[in-house]
């Protein structure tokens, strides 16, 4: 499977060298302004599409033309990093005032599932593509009839886009029925059974629902949104300090996992099989991040609650993050193996927190609220995203910045909430989650926005957090 692999690789690279020098002989003058560079894919009589992250919305492949770059170079190149295609770029479609459109063809067989996804296209395997987890979900093959306009991040293009879509050279699709072969051995035993599993389940519509139920419970339950219930209920229980504790907690195991994530860049298993997804996922999984923060933060509040010796609370907690992790592995959006290590990894940073707290010449509390230990951490993500220039690094220097700028001004060393002020602070912090999500809908034509709004988000309720709590202590 390696020496596969390596060949595969290098007649990419190959493929990628040639292409460089294959369009310059197409060029063609252009309006100057232009901002845009995309490709028109077309194969099988389908179009090449991407599903993009920020934006949330449905794109050509394509992306910001670099100031000096040739606009054919810019459309190849982004091409390359959202979907994994090495094309050649052809004779220009068509251009609007922001972007110029190329019939690209790919050097090789445009592979793809046989599977229909929800819009009737078939998934393209992409996560080898350096954007992919990052800009991109998902790429498909679709067929351009089949996409409503308000469905495409340009609605105002669509058409443009589909009579531009009728001069594109076709070419030839290789369709396969899944890519596992592709996965470690490990991770095929695993696709095996996950098959079944799904197979039996379906054979039963009582279990089918059943089933269908247990995964958005476990979406919600490994969810972001869901810390924001859980801090304000540690804030009210416990206090100001174990508070920042969990979160230390939350930040450190988070930052590993994602280096983690980086550095072994495993998909998750419908990647390999998408007749496997139940529930929309993207991303690398390996170790499993939800998972890895949820065990973190279960043996630190046990442990604070003295039952982490517990046999009946351990059982439980044990059971419902058992439930958790089925729930994932039933609906393709994780590995058993990749959430287990995951769990590892959570309990590891919680026992070293837990090992610190028991020395008594270390006030744990005081050293985890230290402006210091926060500034630390905000350096620390600052080189995180100049080594990985992901958003999600960019999102936590932003959520650090901002908790080291708390840590520094708000300095009520106690803080004590009633049941109904904590009450009122989650659905505050829900619903300013909610704005948050709505207004990025209005604004999902611009990347850019979309990337400011996303990197605000968490900062922005950790401050209102923040603000909410200050208020009603002092009304204690």
């Known amino acids: 499977m390696y020496k596969r692999s390596f060949f595969v690789v290098f007649s990419l690279i190959i493929s990628l060298v040639y292409s460089t020098f294959s369009f310059a002989t197409s060029s063609t003058s252009l309006p100057e302004g232009l901002k845009g560079a995309l490709c028109i894919v077309r194969a099988d009589d389908k179009l090449v599409l991407v599903n993009e992250i920020l934006t949330h919305q449905i794109s050509l492949p394509g992306g910001t033309i670099i ?30 005032e922001q972007a110029v459109f190329y019939d690209c063809i790919s050097d090789s067989s445009v592979v793809a599932f046989n599977f229909n996804n929800s819009l009737d296209g078939n998934e393209l395997p992409v996560w080898f593509a350096p954007h992919y987890g990052v800009e991109i979900a998902s790429a498909m093959l679709l067929s351009p009839s089949a996409l409503e306009a308000s469905q495409y991040r340009y609605p105002q293009q669509w058409p443009m886009v589909q009579q531009m879509f009728g001069q594109a050279t076709d070419q030839a699709v290789a369709y396969v029925n899944d890519l596992v072969e592709s996965a470690p051995s490990y991770h095929q035993v695993e696709l095996g059974w996950l098959m079944q599993l799904q197979a039996f389940v379906a054979s039963s519509p009582v279990l089918s629902a059943l089933g269908l139920l ?28 174990f508070t ?131 500034i630390a951490m905000a350096v620390l993500a600052a080189v995180l995203t100049a080594m990985w220039p992901l958003p999600v690094f960019s999102a936590w220097l932003a959520i650090l910045i901002v908790i080291s700028l708390l840590v520094v001004f708000f300095k009520t060393s106690q803080v004590s909430l009633s049941q109904g002020h904590t009450l009122i602070i989650v659905v505050a912090l829900l619903s300013f989650n909610l704005i948050i999500t709505l207004a990025q809908g209005v604004i999902a034509y611009s990347g850019l926005y979309s990337f400011i709004v996303e990197t605000l988000r968490y900062p922005l309720i950790a401050l209102l957090f923040a603000v909410l709590a200050k208020r009603f202590n002092q009304q204690n």
């Open 214 to 241: 247990l995964s958005y419970f476990a979406i919600y339950l490994t969810s972001p949104e869901i810390l924001l219930v859980v801090m304000p209920l540690a804030m009210w229980r416990f206090g100001r300090d």
């Open 244 to 374: 920042y504790q969990l979160f230390f907690a939350v930040v450190a195991t988070s930052l590993l996992c994602l280096v983690a994530q980086q550095g072994f860049a495993l998909p998750r298993p419908h990647v390999y099989w998408p007749v496997l997804e139940m529930t929309q996922s993207y991303g690398f999984g390996f170790p499993s991040l939800p998972i890895a923060v949820w065990a973190c933060l279960s043996a630190l509040i046990l442990h604070r609650l003295g039952w982490l010796r517990s046999g009946r609370a351990l059982r439980l907690t044990s059971l419902v993050i058992s439930v958790v992790m089925f729930g994932k592995f039933y609906s393709g959006a994780a590995f058993i193996a990749d959430m287990m290590i995951g769990g590892l990894l959570g309990g590891l940073v919680a026992w070293h927190i837990i090992r610190l707290d028991s020395k008594p010449n270390v006030n744990v509390a005081q050293l985890l609220g230290a402006k210091s230990v926060w």
């Open 67 to 96: 100031a000096g770059e040739d606009p054919a170079l810019t459309a190849q190149r982004e091409t390359w990093e959202e979907t994994g295609l090495v094309v050649t770029v052809g004779k220009v479609l068509g251009y609007n």
